[in-house]
């Protein structure tokens, strides 16, 4: 197994992710074990791997551990890319691995300190106008304010985001955020609902 098969694998995993709308539209997948062992073959290839090659395989681990309900893996992998970029200064890689620990940090019920994540990204793509990830963190904060039940909040940031990914003219990145504006408008009708039973 060599890193060009293995990208070959982990593209064809990606079929079997999902938002699962019964959590709040957290990334999962529908066959964990073939992400489980996308994870083993990214160990190995760990072993003898040079600098970039580790920092994209650590990467894909915090990501894969997150989808398949490993948090707290997943942190300690993305901490290493974390550190990895600062020492590097690479700011594009700096603002991607803060996205990615802030979604581990959300997966481990860590809300505030997932948001300080997301934060630090989006004011890092604001300092260095590296807009290219202004609406993954918008949309990142977005879904951890909707779990926080803050869903003013969680609006705003899926409308930038949608204005921001309209202007890219990526489908699949619009469709992601409506589908997270959608879910959050049904939220939206079920807390009105239940302010009414409360009143009567």
Do not use: W
Request: with cysteine.
């Amino acid at each position: 197994m060599d890193i060009a098969h293995f990208k070959e694998n982990l593209f064809k995993i990606k079929e079997t992710f999902f938002f699962d709308k019964n959590e709040y539209l957290r990334e999962k997948t529908s066959n964990t074990l073939k992400v489980i062992q996308v994870i083993h073959e990214a160990e190995i290839l760990l072993k003898g791997s040079h600098k970039d090659d580790k920092y994209f395989l650590y990467g894909t681990l915090g990501n894969l551990y997150s989808i398949i309900g490993q948090p707290k893996k997943a942190f300690n992998s993305l901490t290493y890319c974390l550190n990895y970029s600062v020492e590097d200064r690479n700011i594009t890689r700096q603002i991607v691995t803060l996205i990615r620990l802030g979604e581990a940090l959300k997966y481990d019920t860590h809300h505030k300190e997932a948001l300080l994540k997301f934060n630090e990204a989006l004011n890092l793509c604001i300092t260095n106008k590296i807009d290219a990830y202004i609406d993954f963190a918008l949309q990142h904060k977005g879904k951890c304010l909707m779990e926080l039940s803050l869903l003013k909040e969680a609006e705003e940031c899926f409308l930038e985001a949608l204005h921001l990914r309209e202007l890219k003219e990526d489908f699949s990145l619009i469709n992601s955020t409506k589908q997270a504006l959608n879910f959050l408008y049904k939220l939206q009708q079920e807390s009105s609902i239940d302010d009414l039973d409360v009143q009567g």
